[in-house]
């Protein structure tokens, strides 16, 4: 009796937990509107946001990202440093309402909050008319990491999207 009882506290002992792993997919890749709040402008921060029902993928641009003046190369920018991206989960289908009021409406309420830990966004800038520039934001690399500490494995967006600036 004594051999079993050690054996069955051996496989307690060592078995093995996963605890909560959750691997999760971030897909905005159907979703092909870029949204703002406020006129997107090359002077100026820009929040942009890509919403797929009860997700939102938020991307903080610094002032003076967006360039109005054609690129002959991909700009850079580092993450998490200059700019910034955030996945959030909210508690029902969220609308461009929630980030555009103010104050924010009280529901639907944030579930969680992933800032991305790592990663690039590259712009590409073009023009037809010297006053109209489009703005192709791609993202590379981008890791977010839950509260748990376990990394969000598939990061479906690698063109974020396009948005225009114009010249004032």
């Known amino acids: ?59 903080n641009l610094p002032s003076g990202l967006l360039k109005n003046e054609v690129s002959t190369t991909e700009i850079e920018s580092i993450i998490p440093g200059n700019s910034q991206i955030s996945y959030r989960i909210f508690s029902e289908t969220v609308t461009s309402s929630y980030f555009c009021d103010s104050p924010p409406p009280l529901t639907p309420s944030v579930l969680e909050e992933i800032e991305a830990e790592a990663g690039s966004i590259f712009i590409t800038t073009t023009t037809e008319d010297d006053v109209t520039y489009t ?33 004032d």
């Open 135 to 167: 703005h192709n934001i791609q993202l590379s690399g981008i890791t977010f990491l839950n509260e748990n500490g376990s990394r969000i494995t598939d990061l479906q967006v690698n063109e974020f999207g396009a948005v225009t600036t114009t010249v």
């Open 1 to 59: 009796m004594k051999k079993y009882l050690i054996i069955g506290c051996s496989i307690l002992f060592f078995a093995c937990n996963d605890g909560d792993l959750q691997i999760e997919t971030v897909d905005f890749d159907s979703i092909e509107t870029v949204q703002s709040c406020d006129d997107i402008s090359a002077t100026t921060e820009n929040v942009l946001f890509k919403i797929n029902g009860d997700e939102a993928l938020i991307l």
